[in-house]
């Protein structure tokens, strides 16, 4: 039996890890809004300072008001996504995991880690890899990973 086949009985096991990976997505969820309010309120992603980026808000707009829009259009559309993501990995564990769908664990699980793949190293490249910045993201994927643990466990034929 594979990974995407049909459906297997839950159990509490299941429930729990697909609670953990619906936790795992609220927490996408309010990192967006968080990202799309600190775009508006402070500019600055949370963790980064002015000097580290090389500018306060005022300076960078000063310098390019072009610039500064299109960071700013930048940090709503990646806010966007991530809440987009979110939503989709709630979804998958509310209606997939919780009722036994391995293909629904194992999509829940792969889409934030491509992501999350894909976006942390330049984060270390250009010595933006703090804990304060990324700290939140890390406590979410150590949230999602054991959910996804769990209910894989349960959810095994």
């Known amino acids: 039996m594979s990974a995407f086949s049909s459906p297997l009985p839950t159990s509490s096991r299941t ?11 609220v927490g996408l969820v309010g990192y967006g809004v968080m990202f799309l309010v600190r775009n508006f309120t402070g500019f600055i992603e949370l963790g980064l300072t002015p000097q580290l980026i090389g500018g306060t808000p005022e300076e960078i707009r000063a310098f390019s008001p072009h610039l500064y829009h299109y960071i700013s259009h930048l940090q709503v559309a990646v806010a966007a996504f991530i809440i987009a993501l979110g939503i989709a990995v709630i979804a998958l564990a509310w209606n997939g995991i919780r009722t036994g769908q391995r293909w629904a664990l194992w999509t829940a699980f792969l889409a934030p880690v491509v992501a999350v793949g894909l976006a942390l190293p330049l984060h270390y490249s250009y010595g933006f ?22 209910a894989a466990k349960a959810l095994r034929p």
Not at 130 to 143: E, K, M, V
């Open 129 to 150: 890899g703090t804990l304060g910045h990324l700290g939140l993201i890390y406590l979410d994927a150590a949230i999602l990973l054991a959910g996804t643990v769990l």
């Open 15 to 25: 429930n729990l890890g697909a609670n953990l990976v619906l936790l795992a997505g």
